[in-house]
Each structure stands twice: as structure tokens, then as C-alpha cells.
């Protein structure tokens, strides 16, 4: 099909669309690290595992030897009602942009948790309703992981709790109205309601709230409620399977039309959207069938694989949860309160980690100022106004494409355009008002969080 057949959308039928989820994990020659356990370090097995997590989430996260775990009819029939996700060639970026390049973005906003999360989500509370429990705790940051937990929770029946890092329960009071319209309770974290948050809130009652200690409180819940189990949003390999229907859908969708990307570019916090929507080529690439480049976008303000080590480090901030080897800033970086881009992890997923480490993919850092300049571009040519995280991989696919217009290639490039951004009008507001700031963290700031790395090999 020619060049100019290629529609502004396209879509995939009911019958097109992909009936398993791929797991990347199968054609890597180096495996992911395993998780281990913080008191003995040894692999942490699924018996243990299993006190926290669903059992059928558990032999996912392990299963590094399957290339493909059957989507089951009942998420299918959920993905239908707001998948397929668009794929959109940007013809009016293009356009702007003067460039030769070919420029593809996959859109996972179009629906109530305005973000890819909802793709993990349903599954999670599917695992988690067919092994009979009553319901789910997790925390959540600046809302979006919260929200597509509540929307999965209450069209299954089952009951969510959610811990909201308190400066984003006050500051985001919307989108805790949305989880509590889904029927989610919505605890500000630290709370009085666990151990750990009386402790912390004895230590510093001021204290806004962070992360790691929403996930400690999750994970007490859950251990210590018959019936419940604790969900995480992003940096697990379960979720990176699910995220695959993402890439999945773009490779059908590409084939279709005979389009290949040169470049795929998507932004990094834990690793979700991208793990999910590189997985198929990166596959042939694994397998040695196609070339293509990787670039892993990251806020310059918490650069977890541009400037962290690759070692043993924990997931959370009260060290509470197994060790993960992945890239880190140390599980006591904070990033700068000035960063409003989100991508505020300090680790990475586990499998783009080993990736990275072993020269497969690519990863940069961009600032927040050149990161919402990219966002004002594309939502004034393109209609959709971006989650700030999304729009790191906007910025840096407006930069290749600027590239290819100094050089005259025409590249296809490809990007994930992970969410919306009407929860984040107040960073906007600050860059419209000329007021926000780039935060660099020094070379000493991430030593001295790197000095704190758990003593592992
Ligand atoms: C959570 C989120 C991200 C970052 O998470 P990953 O696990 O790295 O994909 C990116 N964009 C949006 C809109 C999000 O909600």
C-alpha cells in the first residue's frame, strides 16, 4: 500500500486484535536478576511471593521461559471498551515540524484513568477475583494508577483500597473524587490506620507523604487482611507482560500498512508503557529477525538509567519489599519538589535494566521546561494535551525528527503517548506562567543516595 493510503488513525477489528500477551522475557539471552529476599538474599520463591501477591501474578512474575500467556476472554472483553488504542500518524506534526520523518504515536489516554494502567489494571483484579479474594491495596502517586485500580475493582465487585501520597490527595482532590466515585476508599498516606504510618507520623507529623511510604502501607494491609492482596502498578515483569498489548497492537496495526519503525522512543518512570511497547520488536530484535533503535526517555531531575548504577537495590523506601537489580538512584532519592513532570521513580524495571545494561536500548534525559515546551507544540497541532509524562517522549521524538530534517532522512519514528494531562493543569499553569524551573541533581546528591544501596554481591 502506498505512502499516502496511510489514514490519520488506524484501528485494529475485534478479530485483529491480540489474543495473547508477549512475554519479552523468553528471548532474553540474559535474564532479568531475580527478586530477592532482604533477610536471607536468596531468590525469593513463590511461596513467599504469594503472601503479598495473587498466585497467578506470581508465576507470571517468574516465569521468564514462555513467550506467550493467553489474554483471558473476560480482560478481552474489557479491552474492548476502549481498545483498541489509536495509532495516529501525525501528519500535523510532521507538518509543523518541516521534517522528512514519518512520525507514529500510540495513544492510550482515551479512557477514565487517562493512561495505559488500566492495561495491567484489569488483569490484576481479574488474578485477583478468580483466586476468591475479597480485595486489593495499593498506593498511589499522582493518581492515574489509582484510578484505573478503582475502575478494574468495581467492574469486577471486588473492594480497593488505595493509599494516595498526601500532597497529591490534597493537591489532586479530583482525582480522588473519580476513585471514590469507582467505590475505591482513598487513605492519605502516612495515615494513623497502619503501623507503619503511626510510626512515621510520630517521627515527622508534617509530613507530606511519599511513594515508598504509601507502598509500605499497602503491603501491611494487604499481609494482614484475610482476603487481600497488595497490587503494583509498574516496574514488575507482570506488569510489563500486560503492558505488551500496547506494542502488540502498534506491530499488527504497522504490518497492516507495511511500516516499519526505525526508531521507538517512550518515557521511562518504572518502565510499563515502554517495556509494553517495545516488547514485539524488541523480540525480533532479541531473536535477530529486525533492527530497530530503543530510546528510553527520563527526567533529568531523577535520571535512574542515564546516571544510576545497575546494583541489588529495594523497590520502595521502607524497605519493605524484595530487592530488585535494576538501574537506581538509591531508594532514598528524592527527586527535587520542583519536578512536576512525574517519572519520579529512583529504580527501573528488572528486564529493561539487563536491556540497557547489555546495549539494546538507549535511555536520555531531558529537563521539564524543553519537556513541556514539547507539550505545548503537540497539543496545539496535534488537539491532545499530554500527560507530562508522555510528553518526554514527545520531546525527544520532536528532536529526532528535527534531526532528520537537518539530514534529510525520512525515518519512521515511533512513540508511546502514554495519558492526558487534565489532572496536571497546575503544571501547566506554572510553565504558562513562566514560573517553573529545571532541577539537575548534582553528582554528590546521587553518591550520597548510591552510599545507601543494601550490601548485595
Ligand atoms: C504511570 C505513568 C507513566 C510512567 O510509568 P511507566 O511504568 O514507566 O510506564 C507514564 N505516563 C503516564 C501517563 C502514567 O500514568
Given at each position: 500500500?502506498?505512502?499516502?493510503?496511510?489514514?490519520?488513525?488506524?484501528?485494529?477489528?475485534?478479530?485483529?486484535?491480540?489474543?495473547?500477551?508477549?512475554?519479552?522475557?523468553?528471548?532474553?539471552?540474559?535474564?532479568?536478576?531475580?527478586?530477592?529476599?532482604?533477610?536471607?538474599?536468596?531468590?525469593?520463591?513463590?511461596?513467599?511471593?504469594?503472601?503479598?501477591?495473587?498466585?497467578?501474578?506470581?508465576?507470571?512474575?517468574?516465569?521468564?521461559?514462555?513467550?506467550?500467556?493467553?489474554?483471558?476472554?473476560?480482560?478481552?472483553?474489557?479491552?474492548?471498551?476502549?481498545?483498541?488504542?489509536?495509532?495516529?500518524?501525525?501528519?500535523?506534526?510532521?507538518?509543523?515540524?518541516?521534517?522528512?520523518?514519518?512520525?507514529?504515536?500510540?495513544?492510550?489516554?482515551?479512557?477514565?484513568?487517562?493512561?495505559?494502567?488500566?492495561?495491567?489494571?484489569?488483569?490484576?483484579?481479574?488474578?485477583?477475583?478468580?483466586?476468591?479474594?475479597?480485595?486489593?491495596?495499593?498506593?498511589?502517586?499522582a493518581?492515574?494508577?489509582?484510578?484505573?485500580?478503582?475502575?478494574?475493582?468495581?467492574?469486577?465487585?471486588?473492594?480497593?483500597?488505595?493509599?494516595?501520597?498526601?500532597?497529591s490527595?490534597?493537591q489532586k482532590?479530583?482525582?480522588?473524587?473519580?476513585?471514590?466515585?469507582?467505590?475505591?476508599?482513598?487513605?492519605?498516606?502516612?495515615?494513623?490506620?497502619?503501623?507503619?504510618?503511626?510510626?512515621?507520623?510520630?517521627?515527622?507529623?508534617?509530613?507530606?507523604?511519599?511513594?515508598?511510604?504509601?507502598?509500605?502501607?499497602?503491603?501491611?494491609?494487604?499481609?494482614?487482611?484475610?482476603?487481600?492482596?497488595?497490587?503494583?502498578?509498574?516496574?514488575?515483569?507482570?506488569?510489563?507482560?500486560?503492558?505488551?498489548?500496547?506494542?502488540?497492537?502498534?506491530?499488527?496495526?504497522?504490518?497492516?500498512?507495511?511500516?516499519?519503525?526505525?526508531?521507538?522512543?517512550?518515557?521511562?518512570?518504572?518502565?510499563?508503557?515502554?517495556?509494553?511497547?517495545?516488547?514485539?520488536?524488541?523480540?525480533?530484535?532479541?531473536?535477530?529477525?529486525?533492527?530497530?533503535?530503543?530510546?528510553?526517555?527520563?527526567p533529568?531531575?531523577?535520571?535512574?538509567?542515564?546516571?544510576?548504577?545497575?546494583?541489588?537495590?529495594?523497590?520502595?523506601?521502607?524497605?519493605?519489599?524484595?530487592?530488585?537489580?535494576?538501574?537506581?538512584?538509591?531508594?532514598?532519592?528524592?527527586?527535587?519538589?520542583n519536578h512536576a513532570g512525574g517519572?519520579?521513580?529512583?529504580?527501573?524495571?528488572?528486564?529493561?535494566?539487563?536491556?540497557?545494561?547489555?546495549?539494546?536500548?538507549?535511555?536520555?534525559?531531558?529537563?521539564q521546561t524543553?519537556v513541556f515546551?514539547?507539550a505545548e507544540?503537540?497539543?496545539?497541532?496535534?488537539?491532545?494535551l499530554p500527560a507530562p509524562e508522555?510528553s518526554?517522549?514527545?520531546?525527544?521524538?520532536?528532536?529526532?525528527?528535527?534531526?532528520?530534517?537537518?539530514?534529510?532522512?525520512?525515518?519512521?519514528?515511533?512513540?508511546?503517548?502514554?495519558?492526558?494531562g487534565y489532572f496536571d493543569l497546575y503544571a501547566y499553569q506554572k510553565f504558562n506562567d513562566?514560573q517553573m524551573s529545571?532541577?539537575?541533581?548534582?553528582?554528590?546528591?546521587?553518591?550520597?543516595?548510591?552510599?545507601?544501596?543494601?550490601?548485595?554481591?
Amino acid at each position: 500500500m502506498s505512502e499516502n493510503k496511510i489514514p490519520y488513525k488506524i484501528y485494529l477489528s475485534e478479530d485483529e486484535m491480540p489474543k495473547a500477551w508477549y512475554n519479552l522475557r523468553a528471548d532474553m539471552t540474559n535474564k532479568p536478576a531475580p527478586l530477592l529476599n532482604p533477610a536471607t538474599l536468596q531468590p525469593m520463591t513463590a511461596q513467599e511471593l504469594e503472601g503479598v501477591f495473587c498466585a497467578e501474578l506470581v508465576k507470571q512474575e517468574l516465569d521468564d521461559t514462555t513467550p506467550f500467556f493467553e489474554i483471558p476472554q473476560e480482560i478481552r472483553d474489557f479491552y474492548k471498551m476502549y481498545r483498541p488504542s489509536p495509532l495516529v500518524r501525525a501528519y500535523c506534526l510532521e507538518e509543523k515540524l518541516q521534517t522528512p520523518a514519518k512520525i507514529y504515536y500510540k495513544f492510550e489516554g482515551n479512557n477514565t484513568s487517562g493512561s495505559h494502567k488500566l492495561n495491567s489494571a484489569i488483569a490484576q483484579a481479574y488474578y485477583a477475583k478468580h483466586q476468591g479474594l475479597k480485595g486489593v491495596t495499593t498506593e498511589t502517586g499522582a493518581g492515574q494508577w489509582g484510578t484505573a485500580l478503582s475502575m478494574a475493582c468495581s467492574y469486577l465487585g471486588l473492594d480497593c483500597k488505595v493509599y494516595m501520597v498526601k500532597c497529591s490527595y490534597e493537591q489532586k482532590p479530583f482525582r480522588r473524587e473519580v476513585m471514590r466515585t469507582y467505590g475505591a476508599s482513598v487513605t492519605p498516606s502516612p495515615s494513623n490506620t497502619t503501623a507503619v504510618g503511626r510510626k512515621i507520623l510520630e517521627r515527622d507529623p508534617n509530613t507530606t507523604g511519599s511513594l515508598g511510604c504509601a507502598i509500605s502501607e499497602a503491603v501491611e494491609v494487604a499481609v494482614g487482611t484475610p482476603g487481600y492482596r497488595y497490587v503494583l502498578g509498574s516496574v514488575l515483569n507482570q506488569v510489563l507482560l500486560h503492558q505488551s498489548v500496547i506494542g502488540l497492537e502498534t506491530k499488527i496495526a504497522m504490518d497492516k500498512y507495511g511500516v516499519k519503525p526505525d526508531v521507538i522512543i517512550g518515557c521511562a518512570g518504572g518502565g510499563s508503557n515502554l517495556g509494553g511497547l517495545i516488547a514485539p520488536f524488541m523480540g525480533e530484535k532479541l531473536r535477530g529477525e529486525a533492527d530497530y533503535r530503543f530510546i528510553a526517555v527520563e527526567p533529568a531531575s531523577c535520571p535512574s538509567l542515564t546516571r544510576g548504577k545497575y546494583a541489588y537495590d529495594f523497590c520502595d523506601t521502607g524497605a519493605v519489599c524484595p530487592l530488585a537489580k535494576m538501574y537506581t538512584l538509591g531508594s532514598s532519592f528524592i527527586p527535587s519538589a520542583n519536578h512536576a513532570g512525574g517519572l519520579r521513580y529512583h529504580g527501573m524495571s528488572t528486564t529493561l535494566s539487563q536491556l540497557y545494561h547489555d546495549g539494546y536500548m538507549e535511555a536520555t534525559s531531558v529537563e521539564q521546561t524543553k519537556v513541556f515546551e514539547a507539550a505545548e507544540v503537540f497539543a496545539r497541532v496535534e488537539g491532545i494535551l499530554p500527560a507530562p509524562e508522555s510528553s518526554h517522549a514527545i520531546r525527544v521524538a520532536i528532536d529526532e525528527a528535527l534531526k532528520c530534517k537537518e539530514t534529510g532522512e525520512e525515518k519512521t519514528i515511533l512513540f508511546g503517548l502514554t495519558g492526558t494531562g487534565y489532572f496536571d493543569l497546575y503544571a501547566y499553569q506554572k510553565f504558562n506562567d513562566g514560573q517553573m524551573s529545571d532541577y539537575i541533581p548534582t553528582d554528590a546528591d546521587i553518591a550520597a543516595a548510591l552510599e545507601k544501596l543494601p550490601k548485595v554481591e
